[in-house]
């Protein structure tokens, strides 16, 4: 008796929350779905500030700073020629 006691008390379980998931799921993806729009807006917003605030309108910037050019290290090791053997 307590097998299908268990048994039906998993079976009322998972069909409640399957319900339940079913009733409340578009509210929650909703829900998420606008703070990820706000902090997205939030971001783009902030990047847009700082722009508009270090650039007068009609100039041109150039984010690229010129590279340095990497000195190639000569003693990297020594070459090891291999040859097959048949």
């Known amino acids: 008796?307590?097998?299908l006691k268990t048994i039906f008390y998993i079976?009322?379980?998972y069909y409640a929350f399957k319900f339940l998931a079913k009733l409340f799921?578009?509210?929650?993806?909703k829900k998420a779905a606008e703070t990820i729009r706000n902090k997205a807006e939030e971001?783009?917003?902030?990047?847009?500030?700082?722009q508009k605030s270090n650039?007068?309108?009609?100039?041109?910037?150039?984010?690229?700073h010129?590279?340095?050019q990497k000195q190639s290290k000569n003693s990297?090791?020594?070459y090891v020629d291999?040859?097959?053997?048949d």
Request: hydrophobic share 40%; aromatic share 10%.
């Open 66 to 68: 010129p590279g340095t």
């Open 82 to 85: 291999f040859e097959e053997v």
């Open 55 to 64: 650039v007068q309108e009609g100039k041109t910037v150039i984010d690229k």
């Open 1 to 3: 008796m307590g097998l």
């Open 43 to 50: 971001q783009y917003g902030q990047h847009r500030q700082q």
């Open 76 to 78: 990297v090791g020594e």
């Open 11 to 13: 079976l009322l379980f």
């Open 25 to 29: 799921a578009p509210f929650l993806m």
